[in-house]
């Protein structure tokens, strides 16, 4: 937890991306930290769900005539304030850092280490977000014209509230630095099949791309990896109409591969997505091995960055 | 025009005898591991990693190590963004079963009541201290200065709290909020209303500001005493000093507690800030944090406490002497649990 104060004189760009967390294995592994925008949805949601709750029991206590119209208001403030204070402190505690609107939209809190979630972290977490944003909210809503000093003071901390996870490189509330916590992606892992085990890509004669190595030698993983999002495409069901604009597409692509590599042979249409998978399979197998050897190439720049150097 | 894609002038290093690319034989070779290890996230994301069976538990530590052995070498050898991505996603989702799974939850209640909650009270007895008397010496300076000059009641005591119990007020009046019998609240309501009322915003703003180098939370809870003088005086003033007390007790003792128990941990997250000793501002306020939450939580359940009572039973009770032993038995019964709980048994 404690951090030695010389840590802190490193210059930025030293510092690992809050994105990696490293393992015990010595392996960094990526936990994307969550933004603002998708953590506000979360809380959004929840609230939705905290005060449905509310509505029913304030209804459940209306008909068990437990209300008046005087002490309405009362009740009602301390229905949600009691059931949203426990809400997120036990869906947290029971699902480890997941209250149901973060379940949703698949983001998790975590320790900021990397280890679990102790029961004290939930509890801070969770009443830091009262004093940050729910009791100046409540309270800006309850005050008037009469007190402008109060409501811009509680706007203002609200704000303030907002600012602090903007300029957190692990986008942390006050709550998550005090507790040790930060929100992330929940990873979804999906196993996509591997396009060079397919049979190799034949023309529609029966033919095969040959290509050499000097041909292979102008792109970098960058183009090699956006030409793999281009080819998955074609795994997705769609419309016809985004088929032919996903062809088009394809035989633009081609053409430019075409000319930048010298590829001499005009390809005929029917033969262009096999074009592209031959050239996809040869570019990632010589890639690979250049990587193999020492030297990765981030780009169609490798060169020019390597003579630079 | 009849030759494999491998055997394009570059020797064909990263094929194998089959043909096939080197990262893609690796994928091959260990995708039914993975998928394993994907099994058994799913399960024990689903149960818990302590209700699992003793072989899948341990499948799980073995198959996640051979699984980040499996990223680090994709990373080098393969240029294949859907078995990094499905790597990446993998195993950062088995690293959090594995190491980050989730703590047991039984007698957590139980626990905090028997053994943590006092036992961070007793810690912090210094800051609650410190609560206390700026409650006190706010009480104090209220009191003498009402002694003083009257007019000083009407800039320490907030219009609507004071319910027209000011200086001008007739004994009679006075007398007739203390012994009220029929009030226009009750029950639920009251106990809602009560629970709202000014002392718990009080009790919640003192923590919460504490942060700020002390000096809101304790500028509040003086305050807080000056206003409880005041009053106190008024009523002395008149001759019905120990009726107000009496009135006073019933919650009073209880809510005042946890005012300045929350106060204590106000100012006990404020004094990190303010002296961090050895440790980094960020660190020690986390380290004070734990107490200090402990003493949040106490201070929550003496305001629902003193909700109650001044909801339901000061109404109830109307003679003297029996509010001062319900108020007082309640204090000592806080005390001692804040002396006796949670000690180890020698």
Known sequence: MSRPSLKRSRRRKDRPSPDTLMSPEGVPLTLRVAGIGVRLSAQIIDVVITFTAVVCVMILLGLLNLTTPQTLYAIGAMAFFLIRIPYYIVTELVWNGQTLGKRMLKIKVIGHDGRSLTTHAVVLRNLMKEAEVFLPGTLLFTLNAATPLLSLLSFGWIVMAFLIPLFSPHRQRLGDMLAGTHVIHLPVPVLLKDLVREAPAKTAAGGKFVFLAHQLDHYGAFELQTLEGILRVEERQMATATYNHHRKTMAEILEKIRRKIGYADPVRPADHPAFLKAFYAAQRAHLEQRQLFGDRRADKHHAVAGNKR | ?346
């Open chain 2, 1 to 346: 025009m009849d030759q494999t894609v491998g055997t394009t002038g570059f020797g064909g290093a990263g094929f194998g005898s089959t043909g096939v690319l080197r990262s893609a034989r690796f994928r091959a070779e260990r995708e039914a591991d993975w998928r394993t290890l994907e099994k058994l996230v799913t399960e024990a994301e689903r149960k818990g990693l302590h209700r699992m069976e003793f072989a899948a538990a341990r499948d799980l530590a073995a198959c996640y190590r051979r699984a980040t052995t499996s990223l680090a070498i994709a990373r080098e050898i393969s240029l294949d963004r859907a078995l990094l991505d499905y790597l990446e996603a993998l195993t950062a989702r088995a690293y959090l079963c594995v190491y980050a799974p989730q703590e047991r939850l039984g007698g957590l209640v139980r626990r905090f009541f028997t053994a943590s909650a006092p036992q961070a009270m007793r810690r912090s007895w210094f800051f609650i201290v410190i609560g206390f008397l700026c409650m006190g010496l706010g009480a104090l300076t209220g009191y003498l200065l009402y002694f003083e000059n009257e007019a000083w009641y009407f800039v320490f005591m907030p219009a609507e709290l004071a319910g027209g119990r000011t200086p001008e007020a007739t004994t009679g009046y006075l007398r007739s909020v203390i012994y009220d019998t029929n009030p226009d609240q009750s029950g639920l309501g009251a106990f809602a209303t009560f629970l709202f009322s000014h002392n718990t915003r009080i009790a919640i703003f003192v923590f919460g500001l504490g942060v700020f180098l002390c000096a809101p939370a304790i500028i509040l809870t003086f305050y807080n005493g000056i206003s409880l003088g005041a009053i106190m005086a008024l009523h002395v003033d008149r001759g019905l000093g120990w009726d107000m007390g009496g009135w006073l007790s019933v919650h009073g003792v209880t809510e005042l507690s946890a005012i300045c128990i929350a106060c204590g941990g106000g100012v006990q997250l404020g004094a990190a800030i303010l002296f961090p000793g050895a440790f980094s501002r960020r660190a020690a306020l986390q380290r004070a944090g734990r107490d200090a939450v402990k003493l949040a939580l106490v201070a929550a359940v003496m305001l629902l406490v003193a909700a109650l009572l001044e909801g339901f039973l000061r109404q109830l009770v109307q003679d003297m002497t029996t509010r001062y032993a319900i108020g007082w038995g309640v204090g000592a019964l806080w005390l001692t649990w804040l002396l006796l709980a949670g000690r180890a048994r020698a």
